[in-house]
Protein backbone atom coordinates (compact mmCIF):
# COMPACT_ATOMS: atom_id res chain seq x y z
CA UNK A 1 0.00 0.00 0.00
CA UNK A 2 3.09 2.21 0.15
CA UNK A 3 3.57 5.49 -2.44
CA UNK A 4 3.18 9.09 -2.87
CA UNK A 5 -0.43 10.99 -2.83
CA UNK A 6 -2.29 12.80 -5.64
CA UNK A 7 -5.16 15.35 -4.38
CA UNK A 8 -8.92 15.13 -4.92
CA UNK A 9 -11.70 17.05 -3.81
CA UNK A 10 -13.45 15.73 -1.54
CA UNK A 11 -17.14 14.54 -3.24
CA UNK A 12 -20.52 15.05 -1.35
CA UNK A 13 -21.79 12.58 0.13
CA UNK A 14 -25.86 11.62 -1.52
CA UNK A 15 -28.14 9.53 0.40
CA UNK A 16 -29.06 6.36 -0.90
CA UNK A 17 -31.07 3.18 0.07
CA UNK A 18 -29.19 0.12 1.20
CA UNK A 19 -30.68 -3.38 -0.27
CA UNK A 20 -30.33 -6.45 1.83
CA UNK A 21 -26.59 -7.25 2.72
CA UNK A 22 -27.30 -10.24 0.27
CA UNK A 23 -30.41 -12.17 -1.51
CA UNK A 24 -30.45 -15.04 -3.22
CA UNK A 25 -30.88 -13.47 -6.26
CA UNK A 26 -27.25 -13.20 -6.48
CA UNK A 27 -26.70 -9.46 -5.90
CA UNK A 28 -23.25 -8.44 -4.42
CA UNK A 29 -23.26 -7.56 -1.04
CA UNK A 30 -23.99 -3.80 -0.73
CA UNK A 31 -25.27 -3.70 -3.97
CA UNK A 32 -27.42 -0.19 -3.72
CA UNK A 33 -31.55 -1.14 -3.56
CA UNK A 34 -34.31 1.14 -2.98
CA UNK A 35 -35.39 -0.95 -0.10
CA UNK A 36 -34.90 1.44 3.11
CA UNK A 37 -33.20 0.56 6.30
CA UNK A 38 -35.49 0.64 9.20
CA UNK A 39 -34.02 3.71 10.64
CA UNK A 40 -34.37 5.58 7.16
CA UNK A 41 -31.82 6.19 4.78
CA UNK A 42 -27.99 6.15 5.09
CA UNK A 43 -25.99 9.25 4.74
CA UNK A 44 -23.64 7.40 2.40
CA UNK A 45 -23.22 4.41 0.50
CA UNK A 46 -21.65 1.22 2.60
CA UNK A 47 -19.74 -1.19 1.53
CA UNK A 48 -20.03 -4.87 3.14
CA UNK A 49 -16.77 -6.41 4.32
CA UNK A 50 -15.51 -9.64 2.44
CA UNK A 51 -14.05 -11.09 5.36
CA UNK A 52 -15.22 -11.17 8.89
CA UNK A 53 -13.55 -9.18 11.44
CA UNK A 54 -10.78 -10.76 12.68
CA UNK A 55 -9.37 -11.25 9.33
CA UNK A 56 -10.69 -7.49 8.72
CA UNK A 57 -7.96 -6.71 11.33
CA UNK A 58 -4.79 -7.90 9.01
CA UNK A 59 -3.72 -5.36 6.59
CA UNK A 60 -3.42 -2.83 9.60
CA UNK A 61 -1.52 -5.59 11.81
CA UNK A 62 0.80 -6.13 8.97
CA UNK A 63 1.01 -2.08 8.36
CA UNK A 64 1.79 -1.90 12.43
CA UNK A 65 4.16 -4.81 12.08
CA UNK A 66 6.46 -2.85 9.88
CA UNK A 67 6.36 -0.31 11.83
CA UNK A 68 7.57 -2.67 14.26
CA UNK A 69 10.31 -4.06 12.35
CA UNK A 70 11.91 -0.79 12.03
CA UNK A 71 13.89 -0.52 15.43
CA UNK A 72 15.46 -4.31 14.67
CA UNK A 73 16.30 -3.64 10.82
CA UNK A 74 18.05 -0.30 12.59
CA UNK A 75 20.11 -2.30 15.21
CA UNK A 76 21.37 -4.99 12.20
CA UNK A 77 22.42 -2.47 10.27
CA UNK A 78 24.11 -0.27 12.45
CA UNK A 79 26.54 -3.23 14.10
CA UNK A 80 26.89 -4.67 10.64
CA UNK A 81 30.56 -4.18 9.15
CA UNK A 82 30.75 -1.67 6.53
CA UNK A 83 26.72 -1.15 5.91
CA UNK A 84 26.41 -4.98 4.24
CA UNK A 85 24.26 -7.24 6.41
CA UNK A 86 22.10 -10.05 4.92
CA UNK A 87 19.95 -10.38 7.88
CA UNK A 88 19.44 -7.01 7.86
CA UNK A 89 18.82 -7.18 4.14
CA UNK A 90 16.19 -10.27 4.61
CA UNK A 91 14.65 -7.79 7.11
CA UNK A 92 13.89 -5.15 4.86
CA UNK A 93 12.75 -7.49 2.08
CA UNK A 94 10.16 -8.44 4.57
CA UNK A 95 9.07 -4.98 5.08
CA UNK A 96 8.47 -4.67 1.27
CA UNK A 97 6.59 -8.09 1.12
CA UNK A 98 4.48 -6.72 4.01
CA UNK A 99 4.17 -3.24 2.08
CA UNK A 100 2.29 -5.23 -0.98
CA UNK A 101 0.12 -7.53 1.08
CA UNK A 102 -1.11 -5.53 3.50
CA UNK A 103 -2.52 -3.07 0.51
CA UNK A 104 -3.45 -5.99 -1.59
CA UNK A 105 -5.55 -7.63 0.84
CA UNK A 106 -7.34 -4.64 1.83
CA UNK A 107 -8.59 -3.85 -1.50
CA UNK A 108 -9.46 -7.43 -2.12
CA UNK A 109 -11.29 -7.77 1.10
CA UNK A 110 -12.92 -4.22 1.04
CA UNK A 111 -11.14 -3.40 3.95
CA UNK A 112 -9.20 0.01 3.74
CA UNK A 113 -9.27 2.29 6.31
CA UNK A 114 -8.26 5.91 7.31
CA UNK A 115 -5.71 4.54 9.50
CA UNK A 116 -4.03 2.36 6.78
CA UNK A 117 -4.28 4.83 4.61
CA UNK A 118 -1.84 7.59 6.57
CA UNK A 119 0.16 4.84 8.23
CA UNK A 120 0.91 2.90 5.41
CA UNK A 121 2.97 5.00 3.31
CA UNK A 122 4.52 6.45 6.69
CA UNK A 123 5.74 3.44 7.75
CA UNK A 124 7.65 2.91 4.35
CA UNK A 125 9.26 6.45 4.78
CA UNK A 126 10.50 5.66 7.87
CA UNK A 127 12.18 2.53 6.41
CA UNK A 128 13.44 3.44 3.49
CA UNK A 129 14.70 7.08 5.03
CA UNK A 130 16.66 4.96 8.17
CA UNK A 131 18.12 2.40 5.61
CA UNK A 132 19.36 5.60 3.23
CA UNK A 133 20.60 7.50 6.51
CA UNK A 134 22.51 4.55 7.97
CA UNK A 135 23.63 2.95 4.38
CA UNK A 136 25.08 7.04 4.73
CA UNK A 137 27.18 6.81 7.54
CA UNK A 138 28.71 3.63 6.10
CA UNK A 139 29.96 5.15 2.91
CA UNK A 140 27.20 2.56 0.68
CA UNK A 141 25.50 5.73 -0.32
CA UNK A 142 26.05 9.25 -1.64
CA UNK A 143 25.95 12.22 -0.06
CA UNK A 144 23.39 13.38 -2.98
CA UNK A 145 20.78 10.60 -2.12
CA UNK A 146 20.34 11.39 1.39
CA UNK A 147 19.70 14.47 0.37
CA UNK A 148 16.97 14.41 -2.22
CA UNK A 149 15.57 11.23 -0.32
CA UNK A 150 15.10 13.24 2.84
CA UNK A 151 13.92 16.50 0.98
CA UNK A 152 11.27 14.30 -0.58
CA UNK A 153 9.44 13.10 2.17
CA UNK A 154 10.14 16.71 4.19
CA UNK A 155 8.18 17.97 1.12
CA UNK A 156 5.41 15.05 1.04
CA UNK A 157 4.56 15.56 5.00
CA UNK A 158 4.72 19.49 4.51
CA UNK A 159 2.40 18.79 1.37
CA UNK A 160 -0.14 16.83 3.37
CA UNK A 161 0.13 19.23 5.98
CA UNK A 162 -0.96 21.85 4.00
CA UNK A 163 -3.54 20.83 1.80
CA UNK A 164 -5.67 18.46 4.05
CA UNK A 165 -6.64 20.99 6.64
CA UNK A 166 -8.72 22.34 3.19
CA UNK A 167 -10.49 19.39 2.72
CA UNK A 168 -8.47 17.24 0.01
CA UNK A 169 -8.32 13.91 -0.19
CA UNK A 170 -4.82 11.87 -0.99
CA UNK A 171 -5.03 8.57 -3.05
CA UNK A 172 -2.01 6.46 -3.81
CA UNK A 173 -0.63 7.19 -7.62
CA UNK A 174 0.73 4.44 -9.61
CA UNK A 175 3.89 6.24 -9.82
CA UNK A 176 4.34 6.37 -6.12
CA UNK A 177 3.76 3.03 -5.69
CA UNK A 178 6.01 1.89 -8.10
CA UNK A 179 9.30 4.78 -6.81
CA UNK A 180 8.42 3.04 -3.46
CA UNK A 181 8.95 -1.00 -5.09
CA UNK A 182 12.31 0.48 -7.18
CA UNK A 183 13.53 2.17 -3.53
CA UNK A 184 12.53 -1.11 -1.69
CA UNK A 185 14.67 -2.89 -4.24
CA UNK A 186 17.50 -1.23 -4.57
CA UNK A 187 18.31 -0.32 -0.70
CA UNK A 188 18.20 -3.68 -0.08
CA UNK A 189 20.20 -5.00 -2.84
CA UNK A 190 22.74 -2.26 -1.61
CA UNK A 191 22.67 -3.60 1.97
CA UNK A 192 23.47 -7.87 0.67
CA UNK A 193 25.81 -6.70 -1.59
CA UNK A 194 29.71 -5.80 -1.55
CA UNK A 195 30.79 -2.25 -1.49
CA UNK A 196 31.75 -1.57 -5.18
CA UNK A 197 29.23 -3.55 -7.03
CA UNK A 198 27.53 -0.69 -9.38
CA UNK A 199 24.27 -2.46 -10.36
CA UNK A 200 22.33 -2.07 -6.86
CA UNK A 201 23.01 1.31 -7.28
CA UNK A 202 21.98 1.78 -10.81
CA UNK A 203 18.62 0.28 -9.33
CA UNK A 204 18.50 3.13 -6.14
CA UNK A 205 19.16 5.59 -8.41
CA UNK A 206 16.59 4.61 -10.84
CA UNK A 207 14.63 4.54 -7.62
CA UNK A 208 15.11 7.93 -7.17
CA UNK A 209 14.09 9.35 -10.45
CA UNK A 210 10.83 8.02 -10.47
CA UNK A 211 10.58 9.14 -7.18
CA UNK A 212 11.30 12.84 -7.70
CA UNK A 213 8.72 12.73 -10.31
CA UNK A 214 5.95 11.27 -8.36
CA UNK A 215 6.96 14.31 -5.88
CA UNK A 216 6.64 16.52 -8.78
CA UNK A 217 3.63 15.36 -9.91
CA UNK A 218 1.99 15.66 -6.44
CA UNK A 219 3.25 19.58 -6.00
CA UNK A 220 1.70 20.07 -9.83
CA UNK A 221 -1.78 18.29 -7.84
CA UNK A 222 -1.96 20.20 -5.23
CA UNK A 223 -0.58 23.50 -6.94
CA UNK A 224 -3.62 22.92 -9.44
CA UNK A 225 -5.88 22.14 -6.61
CA UNK A 226 -5.19 25.28 -4.04
CA UNK A 227 -5.84 27.20 -7.40
CA UNK A 228 -9.37 26.14 -7.14
Known sequence: MGGFFTLSTRPRLTPVRISPLASKSGRRLGDPGRRAS??????????????????AQLPNALTIARFGLIPAFVVLLATADGGHSWPAGILFGVAA?????DGWLARRWRVESEFGKYADPLADRLMIDAAVILLFLADRLPWAALVMIVARDTMLLAGARFAMPRGY???????GKLATWVLYAGVAFVIVSHDGARWPLWIFWAGVAIAIAAALVY??????????
Open 219 to 228: VLSAWKAMRR
Open 169 to 175: EFSVSFL
Open 97 to 101: VTDQV
Open 38 to 55: PGGVYPFAMIARAVPMPL
